[in-house]
C-alpha cells in the first residue's frame, strides 16, 4: 500500500470509528460496538473503502496492547487481591468447559478429525478481554466487583488460551504433547506475573528521578511507552500474551498497587507521578485504541460467507450454544446474587484476540 493512501485509511478509521463510537454512547450502548459496527461498514462487508493490511493490524495490537495499561492503571489491586480465587473458578471453568465441549461436538456430531475439533474447542477457550472491559469501561462499571472477578478471570483466560495454542500447535506438527515444555511454559509465565510488578515498580523510580533531573514534560509518556512496550516484549518472549506485559505495567503504576518490598515512592511522590501518567498518556490510548476495535469490523468478510447453507446454520447455531453455555456456567459457580452471575456469565462471552490467532 503508498504511504499515501495509509494515510487516508488512517484518517478514515478514526474519524468514523470515534463518530460511531460517540452515537453508540450518546444512546447509552457501548462505544466498543459502534467501533467494531464502522469497521464492518468501512471493510469488505460493505464498502469495502479500507483494507486490514498490515500496519493497520499493527497499530491495532499496539493500540489493545495500550488499552491493557490502562486497565491495568485504573485497576483496584485490593479487589483483584479479594476476588482472586473467584476469578481462577470463572477463568479455569469458562475455558475448559466451552473446549470440552466444542471438541466433543465437532467430532462426534459435526465428524470433523480430532485434530480440526481440537483446534475449533481451542478457540473456545478465551475471552476478548479487550472488548470486554471496553465495554465495561464505556457503561463506567470496571471498578465494580462482578467486573474485577471478569478482568482477573480475562487475563487468566487469556494465558490458558495461549498455553492451550502451544499444546495443540505442538500436537499438530509431531502427533503427540510434551507435559515437560507445558509446565515450564506455566512456570515462566506465573514467575513473569509475579515479578513483572516489581520490577516495573523500580524502574517507576528511575523515571521519576530521571523526570526531576531533567525537568521534561515529554519525559514522562515517552519513558512510559517505552516501559510498556519493553514488558510487552518480555511478555512475548516467555511465551504469555504481550497484552499480559503491559497489564503488570499498568497494575504497578496503579493507584491502589502496594506490595510492601516494592515500595520505592514516597506517598505525595506517587500521587504526583501517576496522575502525570494518567494525564500524558489518556491521549495516546484515546488515538491507537479505537483502531483495534474498528480492524476487527474490518477483518470480517460478510459477503463470503453461504447464508443460505444448511451446514453453516447447523455448525454456527452448535458452536455459538456451546460458547455461551460453556462461559455462562462460570458465572454460577461462585457465590454472589444471580444479577452478579448472570453479568459474569455475559461477560465472559466475547471472542478475540486468541481466537483469531488459532483462525
Do not use: C
Request: no cysteine; hydrophobic share 55%; net charge neutral.
Amino acid at each position: 500500500m503508498d504511504l499515501h493512501y495509509l494515510f487516508l485509511s488512517l484518517a478514515i478509521i478514526l474519524f468514523v470509528g470515534r463518530v460511531f463510537g460517540d452515537i453508540f454512547n450518546k444512546f447509552g450502548l457501548p462505544g466498543v460496538l459502534g467501533e467494531i459496527l464502522a469497521g464492518v461498514i468501512l471493510g469488505s462487508s460493505v464498502l469495502g473503502i479500507v483494507s486490514p493490511n498490515e500496519i493497520i493490524k499493527v497499530l491495532a495490537e499496539i493500540g489493545i496492547i495500550l488499552l491493557l495499561f490502562k486497565v491495568g492503571l485504573e485497576a483496584d489491586f485490593h479487589q483483584l487481591k479479594r476476588v482472586g480465587v473467584y476469578a481462577f473458578i470463572v477463568a479455569f471453568v469458562g475455558a475448559f468447559t466451552p473446549m470440552l465441549l466444542g471438541t466433543l461436538i465437532s467430532y462426534y456430531i459435526l465428524n470433523l478429525s480430532m485434530a480440526t475439533s481440537l483446534f475449533i474447542g481451542g478457540t473456545l477457550t478465551a475471552t476478548s478481554i479487550g472488548i470486554t472491559v471496553k465495554v465495561l469501561d464505556d457503561l463506567g462499571r470496571l471498578n465494580e466487583r462482578f467486573a474485577q472477578i471478569v478482568l482477573g478471570a480475562a487475563v487468566l483466560d487469556d494465558i490458558i488460551g495461549v498455553i492451550v495454542l502451544a499444546v495443540l500447535y505442538e500436537y499438530a506438527k509431531k502427533g503427540n504433547i510434551d507435559i515437560n515444555g507445558v509446565v515450564v511454559l506455566v512456570i515462566y509465565i506465573s514467575t513473569f506475573f509475579i515479578l513483572a510488578p516489581i520490577v516495573a515498580k523500580i524502574l517507576a523510580k528511575l523515571i521519576n528521578i530521571f523526570y526531576e533531573k531533567l525537568e521534561s514534560e515529554e519525559f514522562i509518556p515517552v519513558a512510559i511507552m517505552s516501559m510498556v512496550f519493553f514488558f510487552a516484549f518480555l511478555s512475548h518472549e516467555v511465551g504469555s500474551p504481550e497484552i499480559l506485559g503491559a497489564f503488570t505495567v499498568g497494575l504497578a503504576l496503579s493507584r491502589r498497587f502496594i506490595i510492601p518490598f516494592a515500595l520505592f515512592l514516597k506517598v505525595e511522590e506517587k500521587e504526583k507521578m501517576i496522575i502525570k501518567i494518567e494525564h500524558s498518556t489518556l491521549p495516546i490510548v484515546s488515538i491507537l485504541t479505537p483502531i483495534f476495535f474498528v480492524s476487527i469490523g474490518l477483518s470480517l468478510n460478510l459477503k463470503v460467507i453461504d447464508f443460505t447453507s444448511i451446514d453453516f446454520w447447523k455448525i454456527s447455531t452448535l458452536l455459538l450454544i456451546v460458547a455461551f453455555v460453556g462461559k455462562l456456567i462460570s458465572g454460577f459457580l461462585i457465590k454472589g446474587s444471580l444479577d452478579e452471575k448472570i453479568l459474569i456469565g455475559f461477560s465472559m462471552l466475547p471472542r478475540g484476540e486468541v481466537g483469531l490467532i488459532f483462525a
